[in-house]
């Protein structure tokens, strides 16, 4: 039986692998008992190094069950709750959050790069495909932290104002910004087509305009494409 909980605890969140808790002022992240530990330390790891770095304050702590995370609990409301409402301003707060996680100084960050990475879970024929990508689009632009994982359902924001804090970093590498962007696009692709031409819109001129060509896009939307169906 577990010892953690004494029955008061809310359940604010779930997802394939793991429910999200709120119990006595702290999220807890509750893993499937068949998640490997593994994974969960490299979770723990890749938070540590975002707070170290100032990509976001949302401290993990250790307990007693291997397969729950206590976490600091961020008040507001998801930026998906916003657009739900109607918020128009949904799609800037996105930009920023990018803005803000991209121009991080990557020196000292003790991240994977998603070279180094992006071939252990995909079989050889896709490797052929992925990492010639990943290698080309790596010389030709600068890397910098990417989420790859920006969503709505991750980035909080306060009740009132644009401030926000993105949670959830466990895919976060270090790579070109590219990749982030072709990341979101694929999520919007398969989850809402308004939010997918708001954000073709809005947020891919300005990518465009920072140097990266449509051939660069395309070819990281296709690698990730690949990446993103090994998850499921």
Excluded at 28 to 44: G, L, Q, R
Excluded at 124 to 135: A, G, S
């Amino acid at each position: 039986m577990n010892t953690i909980f004494d029955g008061t605890q809310k359940e604010i969140g779930k997802g394939a692998q793991a429910k999200v808790v709120l119990y006595h002022g702290y999220a807890y992240k509750i893993y499937d008992k068949s998640y490997p530990t593994e994974w969960i330390d490299f979770e723990k790891k890749q938070q540590k190094e975002v707070n170290i770095s100032g990509l976001s304050p949302v401290r993990y702590y250790d307990t007693e069950d291997d397969h729950i995370v206590k976490m600091d609990f961020v008040e507001g409301e998801t930026l998906e709750t916003r657009a739900r409402k109607g918020d128009i301003t949904c799609m800037e707060i996105l930009s920023d959050a990018f803005s803000f996680v991209h121009s991080k100084d990557i020196s000292g960050i003790n991240m994977p790069r998603l070279s180094d990475t992006a071939g252990m879970s995909i079989p050889d024929h896709d490797k052929e495909i992925v990492l010639p990508i990943i290698e080309r689009l790596s010389a030709k632009h600068k890397s910098c932290v990417c989420h790859l994982d920006m969503h709505f359902l991750n980035i909080m924001t306060s009740d009132a104002g644009n401030s926000f804090t993105i949670i959830d970093w466990i895919n976060s590498r270090i790579a070109p910004a590219v990749f982030d962007y072709a990341r979101t696009y694929i999520i919007f692709d398969e989850f809402s087509k308004e939010a997918l031409e708001a954000f073709k819109a809005t947020i891919l001129p300005t990518m465009l305009e920072s140097g990266v060509s449509e051939q660069d896009f395309s070819d990281a939307v296709k690698a990730s494409k690949i990446l993103r169906a090994a998850e499921k």
